[in-house]
Nanobody, 115 residues
Framework: QMKLVESGGGLVEAGGSLRLSCAAS????????MGWYRQTPGVQRDLVAR???????NYADSVKGRFTISRDYAANTVYLHMNSLKSEDTAVYYC?????????WGQGTQVTVSL
C-alpha cells in the first residue's frame, strides 16, 4: 500500500508562490501517473495537474501558465510549483498516485491565499 504525504501548504498573499511536495513511501517510477487535486468545502475534488509515466502533463485551465508539476525519482517526490496565486486557489490540495488500476491518496495540505 503506497503512502503519500503532502507538505508545503500554508498562508500566502495573492500574487505569491508556494511549492507543494508529495513524498511517496515507494518508488514513484512504478506509478502510471501522479497528480495534484484540490477541494473546497461542498465542491468535488478537481484535477489541478497530472504527470504521466511518459512525462506528459496536463493542467486545469485555471492554473495553466501559473502552476507546474514536476517529479524527482531519486526522492520519490512529486512537486507542484504554484506562482501568481489567486484567492480562488484556496483549497485543500491532495496528491494522488495511480498504479495498476488503483488510486492512492495523501491526507491533503491546506493552501490559503489572502487578498
Amino acid at each position: 500500500q503506497m503512502k503519500l504525504v503532502e507538505s508545503g501548504g500554508g498562508l500566502v498573499e495573492a500574487g505569491g508562490s508556494l511549492r507543494l511536495s508529495c513524498a511517496a513511501s515507494e518508488s514513484i517510477f512504478s506509478t502510471d501517473a501522479m497528480g495534484w487535486y484540490r477541494q473546497t468545502p461542498g465542491v468535488q475534488r478537481d484535477l489541478v495537474a497530472r504527470i504521466s509515466r511518459d512525462g506528459s502533463t496536463n493542467y486545469a485551465d485555471s492554473v495553466k501558465g501559473r502552476f507546474t508539476i514536476s517529479r524527482d525519482y531519486a526522492a520519490n517526490t512529486v512537486y507542484l510549483h504554484m506562482n501568481s496565486l489567486k484567492s480562488e486557489d484556496t483549497a485543500v490540495y491532495y496528491c494522488r498516485a495511480d498504479r495498476r488500476w488503483r488510486e492512492y491518496w495523501g491526507q491533503g495540505t491546506q493552501v490559503t491565499v489572502s487578498l
